[in-house]
């Protein structure tokens, strides 16, 4: 039957436009039930006699839950006991629409056979699909749907069923108004809430029910501010609607960007408004008006002689109760105002929060705060995340949660609230066990860390694989060529091999050689669709997640020392001074001789003894590389410092028994060199073969005012950092050396690095040319080609150059530059996650290693607050927070006085300066059960009455009389 199905829509030039559809109706869709006789299954998914303990519904029954339900209560549906549910078109559609990642979590139950999801396409099912009536809001027609296809299926299964009773049909809803229709039309039908509280199987299953501030009848007006009935104290100004923020926008009253919370300050916030070079500051908790860090929001600008800068202060939320707390937000104005702008020409523009446009609220990892109430069910939730705010969940089970790390959802935040209202979702284990806490790293940055299913599994190639005599047909056979690995210890997902030999014409023939990835992921398949969703392998100090299956990563796509393996290789012909004669690209097969590590390439080039084909390569690598290396360093390329380490562990416990900083060879220099020069080649080659969507990397040059900080640290010191361009950063950087400070030039880079912005993928359609340059590495052009085994962009562009050199096929996706964009935004945020997960690993690791441990360290000062210094500790490359109030005595006055024009705390002749030089006690501080850090106490300079005793009796001098080694 055909039909047709209209609606209106507003174009983005903001006409409106009636839209008709033909619409097909069919007799032939089926409902299930394995108990119907009717319907022609061939693999029926709801069971035949569904039982589960109710002591509302005590009959066999199968759950069809509302949109509503689906989209707030996924976490009750995820749970074991919720099986045999009917999930209707309709709510799938509008949960794909509202939140997609409730969607994803929706698909992955209904691929899990056990849990018995059925999708029922009620909207092309004759019975089931009905027209939207004249007038008819679109809430109140779904509802009309649902409950319409409720009453097909009570009647369908009474019909088609041998049992007199039939299986029954109990509709789950929150609305109010939809429940009392669903009444009247003699439906079964009960709230989420009533039917959760009757589960006899499951009674803690009521602290996943998520708490929502009002009806959901009221909520569905998004315009709408979340209030709560009951005549509660207002707290936060009320929520402008949608319409108002929409037109706000488009007039210029209101601006639109992203909230960040600060991690120092709680009453302190920022909004990256795009487009705009300065964050817009917001200070109090009022001002915030219940933002939660990732929310977009809209801001409204506050009369500049009320803009104000960053506190020095370092503040966290130490309130025990609630009521404390709303107390702290009534004298949050107050307290916003006790710490003016330090100068005039510090402020920030700043602003308020006016309205919520799109919550970005996700599952928060964290601990219970203890209750002084013994017994209540009321209770704070602390979110490991300090950016994030206490959440208020209620539960039966705080006393077997205490002492675990949890998961807790933010349902609702309303005006009556401080803090926002959330439920349980699960335990993960206990604080401090290196399982529970790497657990709780790897979902707090969103690492997809699932093994991987039997349908990814399914396109791995058969084993035993071998080389085939096509491959051999349509590749290049270089495994007579002399190839060879260079990479850390313990590697085993070898991305890339090199090589180098003499031409007879006079000049070295160069190879990079890659591992062929893309050979092995074919477009579109689910191998490849969980690649691209992963975008980048996870590495931790005591694991690592791989972006593709181990039969890949460590297995076929490894360049394995001896083993013969699928490449992409790029060829160049170079002069003795590195310049390019000839590129080339091509599928190759190689065979590497070795696969060394970074000590045993340096150890084979040092040795003049050995005159081998693999020395020889390697030496001439080596000069080459030193070449190329400054040949970037004369075009403007920074070197810039980060503090990296390695831990060595216990074989049994697999804990950090020391902490070693890594070192750096010229092997590394050498492998860096070219890896850098295959990814400029292979992008001169993308771009000119897809100028409107090849994937390549850029690194935006930073804003002036970013470098302020650093340009005044430094000038405090008698330095002067030039910005204007990388070059002159470049030289200033090289100049800044100061006689007696050896660690100097390095804690400068480190700040320089931190004024940066990050490097991004981006499709280079969407950008004019002048902004593909990559800063930092001062090339016009860049992309990444060498890592495909562990980054998912190198897939891509490996896809790209094959196309560009005629050695595969083209495919839709890769030619529109909007698709590869949206892929980039994607592998731009994993690859965030990733990098921020393995400091985080670092950190644990840190926290471990220290636990029983009480050590004094050198240490510099990297930065001076108001209440304390941030010191940086070379040898753990770790930073801490030296407190200035004497500990155990918070409200006594401390030694410290800080100095605002000149950024110092003065105790009587001691002054700590940025860069100074301290030794400080390192310790483990366990008082916070949600936050465990390091405590950091003064030993010298000796300040009386703070400064503590040396560890050692030894007398222990301030790093300022050697330099430490490299």
Not at 301 to 318: I, K
Request: aromatic share 6%; net charge neutral.
């Amino acid at each position: 039957m055909l039909t047709n199905k209209s609606f209106v829509k507003k174009t983005r030039k903001g006409s409106i436009v009636k839209v008709v559809r033909e619409h097909y109706l069919r007799d032939d869709i089926w409902c299930g039930s394995q108990a119907c006789s009717q319907c022609k299954h061939q693999d029926p998914i709801l069971h035949n006699s569904p039982v589960i303990e109710s002591d509302l519904c005590k009959f066999t029954h199968y759950l069809l839950p509302d949109t509503n339900v689906v989209l707030h209560q996924i976490d009750v549906l995820e749970d074991s006991i919720i099986k045999n549910v009917i999930i209707l078109q309709t709510v799938q559609q509008e949960v794909k629409h509202r939140s997609l990642p409730n969607y994803r979590r929706l698909k992955d139950i209904i691929t899990n056979r056990d849990k018995k999801f059925y999708v029922f396409t009620n909207e092309h099912h004759r019975e089931t699909f009905t027209d939207r009536n004249p007038g008819e809001t679109a809430n109140d027609y779904n509802d009309r749907v649902i409950r319409q296809a409720a009453k097909w299926y009570n009647s369908h299964l009474k019909a088609v069923t041998q049992d007199k009773a039939g299986i029954k049909v109990v509709l789950l809803t929150n609305d109010r108004a939809n429940k009392e229709k669903a009444q009247q039309e003699g439906l079964l039908v009960y709230t989420v809430h009533e039917y959760v509280k009757s589960l006899v199987g499951k009674p803690e299953l009521v602290d996943r029910l998520a708490q929502l501030a009002q009806e959901e009848h009221v909520n569905k007006k998004k315009d709408q501010d979340i209030t709560v009935d009951g005549g509660k104290k207002v707290l936060f100004p009320e929520h402008l609607h949608a319409g108002q923020i929409q037109s706000g926008i488009k007039s210029g009253r209101y601006k639109q960007g992203a909230f960040q919370a600060s991690r120092e300050n709680y009453r302190e916030a920022y909004i990256n408004v795009h487009g705009e070079e300065k964050q817009v500051f917001i200070k109090g908790l009022a001002n915030q008006n219940r933002g939660v860090d990732g929310d977009v929001v809209a801001i409204e600008m506050l009369p500049e002689d009320q803009w104000t800068c960053p506190s020095s202060l370092m503040a966290t939320d130490e309130s025990k109760k609630e009521e404390d707390a709303e107390k702290d937000l009534e004298n949050d104005d107050e307290k916003a105002k006790a710490v003016p702008a330090e100068k005039k020409g510090e402020v920030l523009p700043t602003g308020r929060v006016v309205g919520i446009i799109k919550r970005n609220w996700r599952p928060y990892c964290g601990v219970l705060q203890p209750s002084s109430i013994s017994g209540t069910t009321r209770h704070l939730f602390m979110a490991a995340e300090r950016k994030i705010p206490k959440i208020r969940i209620e539960t039966r089970q705080a006393e077997s949660l205490m002492g675990n790390r949890i998961i807790v959802s933010i349902d609702s935040w309303p005006r009556t609230s401080r803090y926002p209202l959330g439920h349980f979702v699960r335990k993960l284990g206990g604080i401090g066990d290196k399982d529970t806490e790497n657990e709780v790293l790897l979902l707090e940055h969103d690492v997809p860390h699932q093994t991987f299913s039997e349908t990814v599994l399914s396109f791995l190639p058969k084993m035993p694989w071998c080389i085939t005599k096509e491959d051999e047909t349509v590749r290049e056979d270089l495994r007579w060529i002399d190839v060879a690995s260079v990479d850390p210890p313990g590697c085993t997902d070898i991305d890339d091999a090199l090589h180098c030999r003499d031409l007879e014409n006079g000049n070295l023939e160069v190879g990079v050689h890659i591992a062929d990835v893309s050979h092995f992921i074919r477009p579109g398949n689910a191998l490849d669709e969980e690649a691209s969703s992963r975008g980048t392998t996870v590495y931790l100090c005591d694991k690592r997640i791989d972006m593709v299956p181990d039969l890949l990563s460590s297995n076929l796509c490894s360049l394995r020392g001896g083993e013969e393996r699928l490449a992409f290789s790029c060829i160049w012909e170079l002069t003795h001074t590195a310049d390019i004669v000839k590129t080339r690209f091509c599928k190759s097969i190689i065979k590497s001789r070795a696969a060394f590590t970074y000590e045993e390439a340096q150890m084979k080039i040092d040795d003049k003894s050995q005159n081998d084909a693999l020395s020889k390569s390697l030496r001439g690598l080596n000069k080459l590389a030193k070449i190329l290396k400054q040949q970037r360093l004369d075009n403007g390329a920074l070197v810039l410092a980060s503090a990296e380490v390695r831990f060595d562990v216990d074989s049994e416990t697999h804990d950090p028994i020391d902490v070693i900083q890594k070192q750096l060879r010229e092997t590394n220099s050498m492998v860096e060199e070219f890896m850098l020069l295959a990814n400029i080649s292979v992008a001169m080659k993308i771009q000119e073969e897809f100028p409107q969507c090849a994937l390549l990397r850029r690194h935006p040059s930073p804003a002036p005012s970013s470098y302020e900080p650093v340009i005044k640290a430094a000038l405090a010191k008698g330095v002067k950092l030039e910005v204007d361009s990388g070059h002159a950063l470049a030289t200033s950087l090289d100049k800044a050396v100061l006689e007696g400070e050896p660690y100097f030039n390095r804690l400068l880079r480190m700040m320089t690095t931190r004024c940066m912005t990050q490097a991004l993928y981006f499709s280079c359609g969407t950008l004019p040319e002048e902004e593909y340059l990559h800063y930092g590495l001062a090339t016009p052009i860049y992309t990444h080609f060498t890592s495909p085994i562990r980054r998912y962009s190198d897939v891509i562009v490996h896809r790209m150059l094959a196309v560009a050199i005629n050695a595969d096929k083209s495919y839709p996706d890769l030619l529109e530059k909007m698709k590869i964009q949206t892929l980039c935004n994607n592998l731009n945020y994993r690859h965030r996650m990733a990098q921020y997960a393995g400091r985080a690993s670092v950190n644990l690791h840190t926290q471990i290693f220290f636990k029983d441990k009480v050590l004094d360290e050198e240490g510099y000062v990297l930065f001076v607050r108001r209440n304390a210094v941030q010191i940086f500790i070379p040898k753990y490359g770790l930073e801490g927070t030296l407190f200035l109030k004497p500990e155990g005595a918070p409200n006594q006055k401390s030694v410290f006085q800080y100095n605002e024009e000149e950024i110092t705390q003065v105790a009587g002749n001691v002054t700590l300066r940025m860069f100074d030089p301290v030794i400080v006690q390192v310790s483990s501080e366990r008082s916070n059960i949600q936050h465990t850090r390091l405590r950091l106490r003064l030993v010298k300079p000796i300040v009386p009455g703070f400064s503590v005793a040396p560890k050692d009796t030894s007398d222990v001098e301030p790093p300022t009389k050697k330099q430490k080694t490299r």
